[in-house]
C-alpha cells in the first residue's frame, strides 16, 4: 500500500514549457486535491475532483488544468510555465464527504520555472 | 469566509520543554479542525483531528490539542518536546458540508529544536 505518489519529484522548466505532474493512490479514495505551497503562504487548493470524471476549481486554478480519467489518478498540466508558478506541489486524497475525513498527502512535486 | 490564522511564524524550544502552537480559526459552523506535520522535504502527515465529541484530542507522537469554541481556537501543546519534533505545523479547517470536503490552512508554524 503506497498510499500517494506523485511523480516527478523536481523538475525544471523554461518560460513557457509545458508539463504535466502525475498523482497516483491506491486507497480508492474518491476525493482528489491538487495543492501549492509558497513559503509564509500555506497550502492553496489549485483545483479538486470528487470522483472519476469530474474536477473543480479551487482557489488559485489559474495557469492549470487537471484531469481524472482514472478513479486512482489525478494529473495537473501547465500548458504554459511561469516563473510564479514555481512552488512545491501536493497532491491528496480523501474518502468521502464531509470535511472531517482526512486527507491523505503525495510527498511533493518541487517545481522551478526560469 | 473560512480562515484560519497561525500567529507564530517561527518558534524555538529546548529540548525537553512544553510547547504549544496557536491556531485561531474563522468558520460559521461547527468546525472540522486538524494539525498535520511537515518534516523538511516530506508531505503533510496528519496529527490529530476534531470534530465532534471531547474538545481535547490526543494524536500521535504524543501531541495533543484543545478546541475551544468561545476562543475561535485549537492549539496544539506537547508536554515535553524531542529533537524530531523540529518541523512546520499546519493547522487547517475542513469546509464541511457538500460534498467538496476541502481543507483550508493556515500558513504554517516552524518549530526549531534547540539541544
Known amino acids: 500500500n503506497a498510499g500517494v505518489t506523485q511523480t516527478p519529484k523536481f523538475r525544471v522548466l523554461k518560460t513557457g514549457q509545458s508539463m504535466t505532474l502525475l498523482c497516483a493512490q491506491d486507497m480508492n479514495h474518491e476525493y482528489m486535491y491538487w495543492y501549492r505551497q509558497d513559503p509564509g503562504m500555506g497550502l492553496r487548493l489549485i483545483h479538486y475532483s470528487v470522483g472519476e470524471g469530474t474536477t473543480a476549481k479551487g482557489e488559485v486554478p489559474d495557469g492549470y488544468n487537471v484531469s481524472r480519467l482514472k478513479k486512482q489518478n489525478f494529473l495537473l498540466g501547465l500548458e504554459s510555465a511561469a516563473p510564479s508558478q514555481t512552488s512545491v506541489y501536493f497532491c491528496a486524497s480523501s474518502y468521502g464527504t464531509g470535511g472531517y475525513n482526512e486527507q491523505f498527502f503525495g510527498p511533493g512535486t518541487r517545481l522551478t520555472v526560469l | 469566509a473560512q480562515s484560519v490564522t497561525q500567529p507564530d511564524i517561527h518558534i524555538t524550544v529546548s529540548e525537553g520543554a512544553s510547547l504549544e502552537l496557536r491556531c485561531n480559526y474563522s468558520?460559521?459552523?461547527?468546525?472540522?479542525l486538524f494539525w498535520y506535520v511537515q518534516s523538511p522535504g516530506q508531505g503533510l502527515q496528519l496529527l490529530l483531528k476534531y470534530f465532534s465529541g471531547d474538545t481535547l484530542v490526543q494524536g500521535i507522537k504524543g501531541f495533543e490539542a484543545e478546541f475551544k469554541r468561545s476562543q475561535s481556537s485549537f492549539n496544539l501543546r506537547k508536554p515535553s518536546v524531542h529533537w524530531s519534533d523540529a518541523a512546520e505545523y499546519f493547522c487547517a479547517v475542513g469546509a464541511g458540508g457538500g460534498a467538496t470536503n476541502k481543507l483550508i490552512f493556515g500558513t504554517g508554524t516552524l518549530l526549531a529544536v534547540q539541544p
Open positions: 468558520y460559521g459552523a461547527t468546525p472540522y
